[in-house]
């Protein structure tokens, strides 16, 4: 999929810069790290429900087809 960028010159009507203050700054940079936080914190739930998932399958498999000593 192609994403296209705007690569117009200033003068053919492009995308004016913004100019931030550092009080603005600050504040996006605070709402990202707000954003990093929650999305580790449902990573770290996905990880724990995978482990979950993949202990309750393993159950399940060894359940209804229980392994066979080998002669070994």
Not at 15 to 29: A, D, I, R, W
């Amino acid at each position: 999929m192609k994403c296209p960028a705007d690569t117009h010159d200033k003068n053919e009507g492009g995308c004016p810069e913004q100019e931030l203050t550092e009080e603005q700054f600050f504040e996006q940079f605070a709402a990202l790290e707000d954003g990093v936080a929650v999305l580790q914190l449902h990573m770290r739930g996905m990880s724990e429900n995978v482990k979950l998932f993949g202990s309750l399958a393993r159950n399940m498999r060894r359940s209804i087809c229980p392994a066979t000593l080998s002669p070994r």
